[in-house]
């Protein structure tokens, strides 16, 4: 299946969940920010190097998965997800972790590991 067949399947039944984890991926297609049921989105293995800023369009997510992608530097916008407590980075070619995610004291599972800082 398609990433947007993916996409157009969660929004068809209000999904809550969404794996995308896996596909080759070196950019997201706009339909997935009108996902505003999301919680959980996996977006790990893939080989995206930047996220967008409209990542902040999904206020539900609780858990967001990013291990093993190219990023660079993440948007402001996942720091100011007001639900988000499960986060997991690693295997990124991070250059430094922003300090907000330090100030962010509800984390309930964090993934740092394989990071080059």
């Known amino acids: 299946m398609t990433t947007k067949a993916r996409i157009r399947q969660a929004a068809e ?18 339909e997935l920010w009108e996902l505003s049921a999301l919680t959980k989105l996996d977006l790990s293995w893939n080989r995206l190097t930047s996220l ?21 530097s993440l948007p402001p916008e996942v720091w100011r997800l007001p639900r988000l407590v499960k986060l997991d980075i690693g295997g990124n070619p991070l250059p430094e972790l922003p ?14 590991s394989r990071l080059n800082l």
């Open 13 to 30: 039944s209000g999904a809550t969940e969404l794996d995308l984890s896996g596909l080759g991926l070196t950019e997201l297609p706009p």
């Open 52 to 72: 967008p800023p409209e990542i902040g369009n999904l206020t539900r997510l609780t858990e967001l998965y990013l291990q093993e992608n190219h990023l660079t």
């Open 99 to 112: 300090p907000e995610l330090w100030q962010k004291t509800d984390w309930e599972a964090l993934g740092l």
